[in-house]
């Protein structure tokens, strides 16, 4: 970008400079000169028109270089914004992903607590009144509920992990074509600098 700046003003300086010596060679009078003078100052005058019209297309050869250099900046702006939002994107779902499976852990350990407590309060009542009573069979119960709810925390957790390792590995491919993306565009602007110097 800065280069693209410093070949502006710099075409911008030899337009100036070119229009400049046209405009003193074509107001340069040569009437009145003495004729052994006259050929030496109409060639001095013609060089210099010459010369300022090198200068004005070296300035319209360099204002070339300057669109083609903004419009592959433009370019590779689009290119290098649309990698970076794709990596941002995954990004953000990683921490959802993370999210999503450290609270359903939680859960399922807050679920396998439960399930040992009720397996411990089941036992306990078997072995208090046997395991033919209606209160073993209460403890059973709720002992089955708890460990159809722990199996399902269970379940929960692990679809979060996995979703949590699919989205962390899209995120890394995508990491990786975002720096290849950048070493691409990086060549071609060495490339189009290179080029248009």
């Known amino acids: 970008l800065k280069d693209g700046r410093s070949v502006c003003k710099e075409s911008l300086i030899e337009e100036q400079y070119g229009k400049a010596l046209i405009k003193l060679a074509k107001t340069a009078s040569t009437r009145d000169e003495i004729s052994s003078v006259r050929p030496a100052w109409d060639s001095v005058k013609n060089h210099t028109e010459a010369v300022g019209l090198n200068h004005v297309q070296a300035s319209n050869q360099l204002a070339t270089e300057v669109s083609k250099i903004s419009d592959f900046i433009d370019s590779s702006r689009d290119k290098r914004k649309w990698s970076e939002d794709n990596v941002r994107t995954l990004q953000t779902q990683i921490k959802t992903a993370y999210k999503r499976m450290v609270d359903s852990k939680k859960v399922y350990e807050i679920r396998c607590r439960e399930e040992i407590q009720a397996n411990h309060l089941f036992h306990q009542e078997v072995a208090r009144t046997g395991r033919e009573t209606s209160g073993a ?15 399902q925390a269970e379940e929960a957790y692990r679809s979060a992990a996995v979703s949590l390792e699919e989205t962390r590995a899209s995120w890394q491919k995508e990491t990786e074509n975002c720096a290849e993306t950048f070493q691409e565009l990086e060549s071609s602007r060495l490339t189009v600098l290179r080029d248009s110097a």
């Open 137 to 151: 069979e209460r403890a059973h119960g709720k002992h089955e509920k708890a460990r159809m709810g722990m199996e």
